[in-house]
C-alpha cells in the first residue's frame, strides 16, 4: 500500500548570524512539524573554534539559544514542533546546557538529545604518523589543530528522534542531515534505500540555506517581491522522496522553479556524484515544476551506495591577519589608490625590518569600486571612488599593530581625496585556516546522549564507490545557415548561482528555455569559462551536465586564493562569480536576439 503521509520541514536558518525572522514566522504559521537550522560552514568552525580557544564554554552558535529559541521555544512545545539543528558547532554539550538552561527559566523541560563523535581532534596525531594528507593540496596534517570534526550524516539524528527528543543538537553534521534526519525517523528509511535518502538530502539541500530557496540571491532579483518579509523554505516530503517547495502563507519572496534550481546547483560540483556520509546522490535527472502560484515540486532523484570515508573539516592557527581600508574619491581614484597601497607596504615593511620581524607572510590588495574581482572585464577604469582593501599575515602579531599604525597616516601624507570609514585603527586578529582529509568510518564512534545515558550509533560501513553512469551528449547546437550572430549577456540566456567549496568554485548556469540548453553547452565550453575567469584562477575548469533541468554546472579549481577564511580576498566565498559570468557576451542568431 503507497504511503501518503507528508512531512512538513521548515528550514528556519541558513548561517549563524541569519534573521531571527525565520523561527516564528515558521512556528506561527502552524503547518510545520520540524523546525530545523543550519548553522555551521567551513568560515564558521573557524570562528567557532577561535571563540573556544578564548571561552573554553563557547564553540557553539550562540544564536540558537539567545535568539531562535528565545522567541518560539514555548510554541514550539506547544504545539508538538520538533527541533533539529548543528547549532552545536565544536562544543555540542555546551549548546545543550544552554537550552537547557534557557529552558528551565521559561518553566520548560524539553528533552535534549546531543549527538556527538564527530570531534576527532584526539586522534589527529595518529593520523600524522600514518601520513594523512590533505585531500585537496596534498599537504601533511599540520603539528597543531584547533579543531576536527567529521561531517556525519543524519541516521544519529533519526536515532535521537526515535528516543523522544524534543530538540536535537548535533556537532558537525553534513548540512542537509538536519532535514534528511526527521525524514528517516518518520517513514522508517533503511541504510539501503538510496533513491529515498537521495531525495530527502535533496530536500535539505534546498532548505539548508534559508531563503535562497524563496527568492533570496535570485538571478531576477527585480521580479522577488517583498524582501523585508521574506519568507522562510517549507517542504511537503513524501515518502518516495520526492517533495514540495512552498513558504507560509502572506509573506514575501518568490516560488518559483528557477529559484529552486539554482539553489539546487548550488556547490555541488559533480551533480551525478554528491558525496554524503548516508548517500551518493545522482541530481542530474531531477525534475523541478511549477505545481502552483507558492509551490514548486521537486522528483527524480537517485542514490547510490556511500563510500567508507568521512570528510573531516579541521582548522588550524596559521598566524595573524590584519585588514586596513581606505577610501580615495576625485578623477585618477584607482591610481591613486594603488599607488597608496603601495606606499603603505613599503613604509611597513621597511618598518618591520628594523625592528627585526621580518616581511609579512603575504600582502593582498584589492579596489573595490574599480570592479577588481572583474580584472580585465572591468568598466570601471574611470572610477571617482575607491576603497583600497589592504590585507596582510604574519606569524608575529606585533608586525601587525605595526601596520595597522600605518593606515591613517595616508590621510594626510600622500593621495588628496583620502578618507576612511568610520571606526579607527584596524585590529589584527587569528588568522584561523581551514584543511580538510578523508578518514574511515569505522573509526569516528557515534553516540546519542539524552539527560546524561549515552548509547552508541550503528553506522553503514558504506562501499566501493560506484561513478554515475555516462549520460548522452546533449542535443547539438547548429547556428541557421546564413543568419548573423548578435552577441548578448549570458544573463539574456540564462539564470546563474555560484559558490564555494573550499578553494574550488562552483557555478550552475540554468537556460531560461529548454530549447536554449544545446546553445549554452556549445558555448559555454570548460575553455571559455577558464579564460574568462583566468585572472582569478589558477587551476582546470570542468563541466557537467543536468538535462532535468537544463543545466551546466562547472567546477573551477584553486579559483578563490585559499577560499573561506583563508582568502584575503573581499568575496572569499566566489558568491560573485556567477554574476560576472552571466556578463559574458554570448553569440546567438539574430532572430534569437530579437526575441529576447
Known sequence: MA?????????????????????AQLVQSGSIDYLVFDYLAETTMAVLAAARAKKPEMGYATDFVDTALQQVLPQVLRRGIKVVANAGGIHPHGCAQAVKSLAQ???????IAVVEGDDVSAQMPRLREQGVADMFTGEPLPSRVLSANAYLGAFPIAQALATGADIVITGRVVDSAVTLGPLIHEFGWQPGDYDRLAGGSLAGHII??????????????DQVPDWPHIGYPVVDCSADGSFELTKPPGTGGLVRAACVAEQMLYEIGDPGAYLLPDVACDFRQVR?????????????ARGRQPGPLYKVSATQLDGFRCAGMLVIVGIGAAGKARRTADAILERTRELLAQVGLGDFAAAHVELLGSEALYGPHSRAADAREVMVRIVVDHPDKRALEIFAREIAPAGTSWSPGTTMPAGGRPSPSPLIKPFSFLLDKGSVPVRVSV??????????????????????APPMWNDPAGEPLVEVPLIRLAWARSGDKGDMENIGVIARRSEWWPLLWNRLTPEVVAAYFAHLARGPVERFQLPGIHAVNFVIHRALAGGGPASPRFDPLGKGFAQMLLDLPVKVPHSLARTL
Open 208 to 221: 539548508e540555506c534559508g531563503c535562497q530557496a524563496t527568492g533570496g540571491l535570485f538571478t531576477d532579483w
Open 288 to 300: 523541478i515544476e511549477q505545481a502552483g502560484p507558492e509551490r514548486v515540486r521537486v522528483s527524480g
Open 105 to 111: 527559566s521559561m518553566g520548560l523541560s524539553p528533552r
Open 3 to 23: 504511503n501518503h503521509k507528508t512531512v512538513r520541514i521548515g528550514g528556519a536558518s541558513g548561517f549563524w548570524g541569519d534573521s531571527r525572522l525565520g523561527p
Open 451 to 472: 539527560h546524561g545515558e549515552s548509547t552508541p550509533v550503528e553506522i553503514a560501513a558504506g562501499g566501493v564507490l560506484q561513478s554515475p553512469d555516462a549520460l548522452p
